[in-house]
């Protein structure tokens, strides 16, 4: 197959989120299994890009800043999908594309969706991440009211309605996009793309001489961030050695405010913000560490940052009632506990620095149920299927016009 990967985020310079990360994955296995991809991301200069990477044709275009230096959120969506309408025909007058693959977020699709015609198609497929429906009801951004929710979640909406098909990183997505975009929408099976468990994986490296607690993504405020430090901040008097690693970005004056904190608290040696790690090191510090925790208040899911501790034989925690919910089974390969509670999460904490039996066996089976639910290379495989009964969908919807149009004559 020829197939098209929109997504604005594509490593390595544009690689900040998990729709990049995914769609990176879905690039390189669709690949290795024979296929010929090309990627359309942003440019992060005024210039269109395009360059042969690993066999993968990656095409960067640059949005409309130029044109207008003041995009409101809303139009900064409409503009992109606009360019993104205009590549792809451009790439379609060279490349006999079987496929095009986009995300719901932003609605990349909008435009293209729209300018379809009988003569002029491709099948087109929506993944879904996380709609912007999701972040304004669950985590109360952007505000209900406000133009950028109105028009934005219309045109997710429009992209889901008018795609060939539809698929998701997780059960939760999907409840989003039925309650809120689609209600008719029936088949919408979750596919998503895994980690590489090659990479990820359970490392002959020391762990650190004092206990260590590892947190991995955004350093902001809905990643749950201050009730860990609160958290682990009240358990230094019984374990005097304990460490906290941030491994990611985050404001300087938030980051400050986070080690105000803790010195509040007594634990003046507590925190370690080690900032932004590239992928292929970021295992060995996973293996290094003891314990992950990652309070995050909502994950659409299923939550790589989580898998892929999962993967390197750590027991994670992570918060209840959201797509985290289709990974960590708590008891059996992690612990849940309820968002923006402090307290539980201090108790969760205890526990597994207390009782190491049971933190090894943790750690244990979310290696096992990685290995077999989530693998890359197993999620790539079921990716596959997906396009193809999509194609084979697509072919037999044409053949029923092109019927229709000889009996018509």
Known sequence: MKIALVSQEYPPETARGGIGSQTYTKALGLAEFGHEIFVISRSTDSERHETL?????????????????????????????????????????????????FPEWAAEAYTWLLNRTDWKTVPTVIQLHGPLAMFAHAMNWPELNSS?????????AICVQMADAVYSSSDCSTQWIRKYYDPQKEIIPTIHLGINTELFKPQAVQKYDQPTIIFTGKIVPNKGVEELVNAASNLVKDFPELQLHFIGRGQEKYINQLKENANKLGATDLLNFRGFIDKSSLP?????????????????????????????????????????????????????????????????????????????RLALNARKFVLTEADSIHCINKLEAFYYSVLGFAAEKLNTKENQKTRSA
């Open 53 to 101: 990477n690993d066999k993968i044709t990656v095409i960067r275009i640059p949005g409309l800043d130029n044109m207008l230096p003041e995009m409101t959120e809303s139009v900064q969506w409409l503009s992109h999908s606009i360019v993104i309408a205009a590549e792809i025909d451009s790439l379609l007058k060279r490349v006999t594309l079987d496929l095009i693959d």
């Open 148 to 156: 950028f929710y109105k028009i934005g979640s219309h045109m997710e």
């Open 284 to 360: 060995e510090e996973l293996c290094r560490a003891h314990i992950f925790c990652a309070p995050s208040y909502y994950e659409g899911g299923p939550g790589f940052v989580y898998l892929e501790a999962m993967a390197c034989g750590l027991p994670v925690i992570g918060c209840s009632g959201s797509g985290v919910n289709e990974i960590i089974e708590t008891g059996e390969n992690g612990l849940l506990v309820p968002p923006r509670n402090s307290k539980a999460l201090e108790e969760a904490l205890r526990m597994l620095l207390s009782d190491t039996k049971l933190a090894s």
